[in-house]
């Protein structure tokens, strides 16, 4: 076994929970079936951290030759929408899983809930509580104080069931009765205080339309819409898990399937939001560009910006699964996403700040092509050739007037190699009325062809160019963190989180030069432009007149220094 899938062996090993299925399978449970399901709710789009939750289920069904279902947890008609169905499938496909014929809406399962609460009702254990939301919420109690019984919760089975038919026939308004569980007022598990099972609500459903005026609330609806698929191991986040003995209790009172819920913690990543609500408020108020801005953490926003999503599924499994909830340093996504694209993208030469170079020994009217290499990491990726003449474009940061001491590239005097092309010499600084260097002009030598002297000359500095009239011109967009603060929900008092929102998030450059073949690169190729990071086109903005690029992520690696130093974040 090769290394590397030694060390996913060990990474998988540590995972609590592949041990409880692994165990389960083992001692004939369920006659040794696996299945999982991921329940997104179709109120929003998905992020990284659904992604978690994705490459755990569907990872598991695939380890352990079970199955994964697709189900929308769609029991909230008032917030949930079609639009949102649409996009949870298209990125789960991307990130890479399939769910097969096995799509499921928990509102294809109304009817058999509604006769599950019938069964409990039957059974003496739920009845129609009359009082209002504010009654109810008064008389939970506390932790430290029981709750009190409600005045209704003596209802004989036939009134109970009257009732809970008049809530369903929409005889009943909104708010003036609910369907609880009869379980304990008293019990030190608040969740277990006679949860509501069912509200009126006169809303039309995203599915079912006006076919139904009471819905199911989560609790009731999820353990038994497991149970109705058959799921073996229903994996959900830890603020469930004080859920877990209704969630238990629910389907102990009917003779029906017995899935099993474990709790993981949730991935929260530095410098980010990850509730729904707050992206929502972000896309709503205007702060970013929509769903898909590059900056957000849905998977819209990373696969525009160009993160592989084989680098997802691999982040998902460095992190791995734990019952602790701690933060993951943002830093080591980048490095996941960085370490996949210097394996695959081919290297370009682009200059987003332009400072021209005239080469005033090359022959005027003349151009010629040079070989570049493509992937210094991949021989297979070969070579292509870029063009060269007398004018140039450097970087505007390559070249200083009167540099530091340990500054090695372009200055008055000194000679420079420009990559793959030749070695060149600034004699003059050419400036406007104002002062500002406005172009350079250098002499090159035509014996260093390629980037290497025939005497055995050193130059301690390397510097990307393109050709000024071949070049390309385009638009680059450069991104840094969205919020400036480590952990931007963590705000004084009266602060809100917003006011971490990073203004510098997003740089806009304009006037960017690129190697010619960039102008072809098709939407969802990535590069890295030397020295400068990893590149894609913007499938939204990019056309064929209006060149867009977008920085995937830069060369700097915080993760990697962080390692070398030892200090594992
Ligand atoms: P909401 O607050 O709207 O319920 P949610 O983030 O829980 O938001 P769901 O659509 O209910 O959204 O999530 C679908 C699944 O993804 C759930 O099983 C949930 O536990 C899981 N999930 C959501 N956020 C994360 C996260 N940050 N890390 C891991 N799993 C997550
Ligand atoms: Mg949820």
């Given amino acids: 076994m090769p290394a590397e899938e030694k060390d996913e062996e060990a990474l998988r090993s540590l995972d609590f929970i592949r041990q409880i299925v692994a165990d389960d399978v083992a001692a004939g449970k369920h006659g040794g079936r696996v299945q999982t399901r991921f329940p997104p709710e179709p109120n929003g789009y998905l992020h990284i951290g659904h992604a978690k939750s994705i490459c755990l289920n569907f990872g598991i069904a695939r380890e352990f030759g079970g199955l994964c279902n697709l189900r929308f947890d769609d029991t909230n008609p008032v917030v949930e929408e079609e ?14 899983f399939d ?21 409990l ?51 009943m308004e909104e708010g003036s009765c609910v369907l609880r569980a009869k379980i304990d007022m ?48 229903s994996l959900c986040t830890l603020e469930f898990e004080n859920h877990r003995p209704l969630y238990d209790w629910l389907l102990q009172q009917l003779p029906i399937h017995q899935p099993r819920q474990i709790e993981f913690a949730r991935l929260n990543l530095t410098h980010t939001v990850m509730s729904k609500r707050k992206l929502l408020e ?30 997802l599924r691999r982040f998902c499994e460095i992190i791995g699964v734990t019952k602790f909830d701690g933060v993951t340093d943002i830093a080591l996504l980048e490095h996941v996403i960085r370490e996949q694209l210097n394996e695959e993208t081919p290297r370009r030469l682009a200059v987003l700040d332009p400072l021209k170079v005239i080469l005033t020994n090359y022959p005027e009217g003349e151009h010629e092509e040079l070989e570049c290499i493509n992937n210094p990491q991949n021989p297979d990726a070969g070579t292509r ?70 005497d055995g000359r050193k130059v301690k500095g390397t510097i990307h160019w393109v050709d000024a009239t071949a070049s390309v011109e385009a638009e680059v967009r450069l991104f840094e963190h969205l919020f400036a603060a480590e952990k931007p929900e963590e705000v004084p008092d009266g602060g809100d989180w917003k006011d971490n929102l990073n203004p510098a998030s997003l740089v806009v450059r304009h006037g960017c030069r690129l190697e010619p073949s960039l102008a072809d690169l098709a939407a969802g190729e990535r590069v890295q432009f030397e020295r400068l990071g990893y590149f894609t086109p913007d499938p939204v903005d ?21 390692q070398k130093k030892g200090g594992r974040g």
Wanted: charged share 30%; glycine share 6%; proline share 7%.
């Fill in 186 to 233: 008293a019990s030190p598990n608040m969740n277990l205080r006679d949860p509501v099972l069912y509200r009126i609500k006169k809303a039309t459903h995203h599915r079912t339309g006006d076919t139904w005026c009471i819905y199911p609330t989560y609790d009731f609806a999820h353990g038994y819409s497991d149970s109705i698929e058959g799921i073996t191991h």
């Fill in 99 to 119: 769910w097969d014929d096995r799509l499921f809406y928990a509102s294809d399962y109304f009817e058999t809930l509604h006769g599950y609460a019938v069964d």
């Fill in 282 to 311: 972000l896309v709503k108020d205007g702060h970013v560009s929509g769903w898909d801005d590059p900056r957000l953490p849905t998977l819209r926003g990373m696969r525009r910006r160009g993160y592989p999503p084989e680098a």
């Fill in 542 to 562: 990019s056309r064929p007149d209006r060149l867009v690029f977008l920085r995937t992520v830069a060369l700097k690696d915080k993760w990697a220094r962080m």
């Fill in 385 to 454: 050739k870029v063009p060269f003449s007398r004018e140039l474009y450097i970087e505007r940061s390559d070249f200083l007037e009167a540099p530091p001491k340990k500054f090695f590239r372009l200055a008055p005097g000194r000679e420079v190699r420009l990559r793959y092309a030749y070695f060149i010499t600034c004699q003059n600084v050419v400036k406007d009325s104002s002062g500002n260097v406005v172009a350079l002009e250098c002499t090159y030598d035509p014996a260093t062809r390629g980037g290497d002297a025939p």
């Fill in 121 to 171: 009702i039957r059974q003496g254990k739920a009845y129609v509580d009359s009082q209002s939301p504010e009654e109810i919420r008064e008389t939970r109690g506390s932790l430290t104080r029981p709750g009190t019984p409600s005045p209704f919760r003596d209802r004989t089975v036939e009134e109970n069931l009257d009732l809970f038919a008049r809530m369903r026939e929409g005889k």
């Fill in 83 to 96: 639009e949102y169905v649409k996009a949870i499938q298209e990125d789960i496909r991307w990130l890479g």
